[in-house]
């Protein structure tokens, strides 16, 4: 698969400054509800034939009016969980926010490509059927957020956000290094903790945040992906595009992921880019340093 390397992907995680609390999200496990928030720059040529959804009725909504600055290009879309939508909202308040919201498990054979199975619990489904009348690429928009970003980082606590076309039990969507959207995979160019919180990850690596968030931002979730696209083509007839979260390891602390802008056309290869491509004055530098001053989180055993 080819990637979209239209910024650089070694640039440090982001810091920014509090944002006001503006995004409004609406729990629905409707399927048609969700389909239609998805579908609002639909390709030519492409009808949407019919949706399905599993999972617990608090894991999925609806949002809009996310004005958080690294993640305002996808300003309304859906939001699929490993526990409850409501919890997405900020502040940033808690250590570990999340909920085993009773959901079921499921396992995903050969995800990467590589033979790697993943065993998801509280997972969160999202089926749209649809036709397209020509061959033609497709794309659509999101971002993956987590609580056990940064602690949980190389563990068994991998949190997982996957795509499907039709039969392919390969997953679409993937990090600018082309790796699966993962937890351990850590692709979290935004760091939304509050200014001075530092973890350890399980293999000892520290990190430790310099920005100035104050733990009122709009989300609540510790890190994200920046906006990614995932772009794929289809040939003339019926397709389904499958969209699914679930926790790894446990059914505890929450990862969400917001998607917006399903099956927009798309003139780029196949792949994952980074969409919009950021200007480079938008970065700001966040190191990833030694403090001495040092705070491991622990995790809860119920």
Known sequence: MKLLYRALATVPL??????????????????SDLADKLFSNVAGGVTIMGSAYTGSDVAAGTYRNLSFAPLSYISSGILLTTGDAQIAKGPND????????GGGSETFVNYDGNGTNAVLNDVAKLSITFSSDSRQSLSFDFSF????????V??????????FIDSNPVTLSRDLNNNPITVNNQFFRVDNRPQGWGEFDV???????????SGIS?????GFTPVLKTTFTVDPGVHTLTFVI???GDNIYDSGVFISRALSSSGDDDGTGEDPAPE??????????????QRLRRRPTT
Do not use: K, M, R
């Open 14 to 31: 982001l810091s920014f400054s509090a944002y006001a609390l503006a995004i409004d999200i609406t729990t629905t496990n409707s399927p």
């Open 94 to 101: 808690q250590d570990f926010a999340g909920i085993d919201n």
């Open 145 to 152: 957020g987590s609580e056990e970003y940064f602690e949980w």
């Open 154 to 163: 190389n563990s068994d606590y991998n949190d997982t956000f996957l795509t």
């Open 203 to 213: 293999l000892g690596n520290y990190s430790h945040c310099n920005g100035t968030a």
């Open 218 to 222: 709009e989300l609540q979730y510790d």
């Open 246 to 248: 679930g926790d790894a």
């Open 280 to 293: 480079p004055s938008s970065f700001l530098g966040l190191g990833v340093a030694l403090w001495g001053f």
